[in-house]
């Protein structure tokens, strides 16, 4: 072999090396993990190209270097075709992975927790200030209208208490339309097998009463015994006169105390006044109220008082109530 073909041999070689340590050294770049120390969120926006977020990226210091991964993305041009939203960027992440998750559009997701007991003007607040939902201008009217397609003309105890998790910018409405058929589902099926002989006429009525009982007690086992006292005063045609029905009534009057005079003034809520149940729910209540609602326990008790510290003492006579309530709220 002559010495010409020996060293056009070696050029060969030499290049062929330096190829392979170039391409391997900008393989090496697509699998660096990102330069972060904790979990970031990263949004892409319209208008972002890949290329130009791996400019971005690397001008932030979360890419070392992003020449390798434009190589990667000539190669395999499905890697440009990114996806607008917001997404969670982990150190383990390589570059790589990086633009896998922006072309998968897995979003990160936010939450927020609904509460039970609460009402519809509370959640509102609750949604209205969480920094990750957005609200438009006509929040308002399709709330009204949602409203006025349900029983009772109004999302009042509509929607299920839960916990709802949600992409970065998602209208308040699309959490509350989830939240309302949520609700719709779980209390239909509560009715579909529900006691026999309950006296409600309607799901509604079970909605109603299950917002009461919601309100009445935090204590998660007292819920179906204060439904069965509900249900013996509705068979026996006696007013409920629960305060927070009274409470609900009196609107921004009521100033966190209930005085006889607001035990006597009517209102359609004013279950001190008026028979049988308030015309919506006063709440919005959870499934294990519903559940209590449709399922309350067989007792003869009529009453209950407050002890003080979160339950109640249950009597069945008049007599017993009323020795109760002296041992209970008058020394108070």
Do not use: C
Not at 17 to 28: D, G, I, R
């Amino acid at each position: 072999m002559g010495k010409f073909v020996k060293s056009l041999l070696f050029l060969f070689i030499l290049v062929g090396l330096l190829v392979a340590w170039v391409m391997a050294y900008f393989n090496q770049q697509v699998y660096d993990p990102l330069n972060i120390s904790s979990d970031t969120v990263f949004r892409v926006d319209n208008g972002h190209s890949a290329k130009g977020i791996l400019n971005r990226l690397k001008a932030k210091g979360i890419l070392k270097e992003n020449l390798g991964l434009k190589i990667r993305l000539k190669i395999e041009p499905e890697l440009a075709q990114i996806k607008v939203g917001t997404y969670l960027l982990t150190p383990s992440m390589t570059g790589l992975d990086l633009l896998q998750l922006l072309v998968s559009g897995k979003e990160k997701q936010f939450s927020v927790s609904l509460v039970e007991g609460l009402r519809l003007r509370d959640w509102l607040l609750t949604l209205k200030s969480h920094p990750n939902l957005t609200s438009n201008a006509n929040l308002q009217g399709s709330l009204r209208t949602l409203g006025e397609s349900l029983p009772g003309g109004s999302l009042e105890g509509w929607l299920l208490p839960d916990t709802y998790h949600f992409v970065d910018q998602t209208d308040i409405f699309e959490v509350i339309l989830r939240a309302n058929e949520s609700m719709v589902s779980y209390l239909q099926s509560a009715w579909e097998n529900r006691a026999i002989d309950l006296p409600y006429d309607t799901p509604y009525q079970g909605l109603i009463m299950a917002s009461i009982i919601e309100k009445e007690t935090g204590v998660a086992e007292e819920r179906p015994r204060i439904a069965g006292v509900f249900v013996n005063r509705l068979r026996l045609n006696m007013r409920l006169q629960t305060d927070p029905t009274v409470i609900y009534g009196m609107g921004d009057n009521f100033d966190g105390n209930i005085r006889r005079k607001d035990l006597r003034t009517p209102t359609p809520y004013n279950t001190y006044v008026i028979k049988g149940l308030p015309p919506t729910p006063i709440a919005m209540p959870s499934k294990l109220a519903i559940d209590a609602a449709f399922h309350p326990i067989a007792t003869e008790e009529l009453y209950f008082v407050s002890k003080g510290d979160g339950s109640h003492k249950f009597s069945a006579t008049l007599q017993e109530h009323n020795t109760a309530v002296r041992k209970y709220q008058l020394k108070k």
